[in-house]
């Protein structure tokens, strides 16, 4: 069956970085993309971005373009997320989900691993 | 930017339909999607391309589109339906837009 399991909840300080894993496993890893979406607390779903885990092509939710870096790491099934310059705003349930295509190239998602708590405070 | 616009809360009586729709002007050229999230759990894909249900998600969900609209219902509304839901689409340039949610509430 298809998991993705989410590295463990972190604290930072404003102006820190933060890297986030999403372990997959159950499907081919590289047939697939992973999408991050965020969630602060109380709030609703916002989408962050997407990479290719077959080639590494990245897109960029615009208003996190210069401070998110998505990786993979094909040799695990792992996706990677790293957001820098953290600030209070940026507390919120980050969570990785499986990205699939629709027939207009779009990106929809059918699996998410468990969210990963991330709070931001002096 | 692109908004999906969704109302905040829809509260319905056990075994009654609920329905929960979402506006937004690229409906009409992108598919819909819509997820279930409870408290404290990640969300979990009910309805693909505006009216398909995933396997294992109960027939008492579906999606139904019509011009800038499109509609969750669900039937026959159990207890543990009571939760968050979302809708997802994307604008024109295909970049994910999730609306702001739907809290249901079964009385």
């Known amino acids: 069956q298809v998991q993705l399991v989410q590295s463990g909840a972190e604290v930072k300080k404003p102006g820190a970085s933060v890297k986030v894993s999403c372990k997959a496993s159950g499907y081919t890893f590289t047939s697939y993309g992973i999408s991050w979406v965020r969630q602060a607390p109380g709030q609703g779903l916002e989408w962050m971005g997407w990479i290719s885990a077959y080639n590494g092509n990245t897109n960029y939710a615009q208003k996190l373009q210069g401070r998110v870096t998505m990786t993979t790491d094909t040799s695990t099934s792992t996706a990677y997320m790293e957001l820098r310059s953290l600030r209070s705003d940026d507390t919120a349930v980050y969570y990785c989900a499986r990205a699939k295509l629709d027939d207009y190239e779009s990106y929809y998602f059918d699996y998410w691993g468990q969210g990963t708590l991330v709070t931001v405070s002096s | 930017s692109y908004e999906l616009t969704q109302p905040p809360s829809v509260s319905v009586s056990p075994g009654q339909t609920a329905r929960i729709t979402c506006s937004g002007d690229?409906?009409?050229?992108?598919?819909a999607y819509w997820y279930q999230q409870k408290p404290g759990q990640a969300p979990v894909l009910v309805i693909y391309?505006?009216?398909e249900r995933p396997s294992g998600i109960p027939e008492r969900f579906s999606g139904s589109s019509s011009g800038t609209t499109v509609t969750l219902t669900i039937s026959g509304v159990q207890a543990e339906d009571e939760a968050d839901y979302y809708c997802?689409?994307?604008?024109?340039?295909?970049?994910?837009?999730f609306g702001g949610g739907t809290k249901l509430t079964v009385l």
């Open positions: 690229a409906l009409p050229k992108q598919y």
């Open positions: 391309k505006d009216s």
């Open positions: 997802q689409s994307a604008d024109s340039s295909g970049t994910p837009v």
